[in-house]
């Protein structure tokens, strides 16, 4: 991703046609947010995997999702556990019927378009290892 303009509170990303979009996220933290942050965007995706967390059993089923989408809501936040980035993000997708399916964003790939706003936290949350659930859970 080159695309990106910085305002003084947060930036404007483009994430381009082909790019998967935790990763492209994920490398921008590493050169320009470093501390991480909060996000939202919207778009039209491909090759969609999404999840769902079951906590009795601390396992997470997955659905891939092999046609266009209109990404109609992308939400999560960019946090750390040691040097570790985590990228935690939700999504709703709709299909040509205006069928939605939502959950965890495992990874899409940007068919369109993706533009996102990109709120930087100034100081790094990490995420620690949650027995009871079996996440890592934000550590404050």
Do not use: W
Not at 73 to 101: P, Q, R, W
Request: aromatic share 10%.
């Amino acid at each position: 991703m080159k695309d990106f303009k910085k305002f003084k509170n947060f930036y404007i990303l483009k994430i381009s046609r082909g790019e998967k979009i935790n990763e492209t996220i994920a490398n921008f933290c590493k050169k320009e947010a470093k501390k991480g942050g909060f996000f939202i965007g919207i778009g039209a995706v491909e090759n969609a995997t999404l999840a769902h967390y079951k906590v009795a059993n601390k396992k997470y089923s997955e659905k891939k999702i092999r046609k266009p989408l209109e990404l109609t809501n992308l939400t999560g936040n960019v946090c750390f556990s040691g040097k570790e980035i985590i990228v935690h993000s939700h999504a709703t997708l709709a299909d040509s019927n205006l069928k939605t399916i939502a959950g965890h964003l495992v990874e899409a790939k940007v068919s369109g378009a993706c533009e996102i706003i990109f709120i930087p936290f100034n100081q790094k949350i990490e995420k620690v290892y949650d027995k009871i659930t079996g996440l890592k859970l934000m550590k404050f």
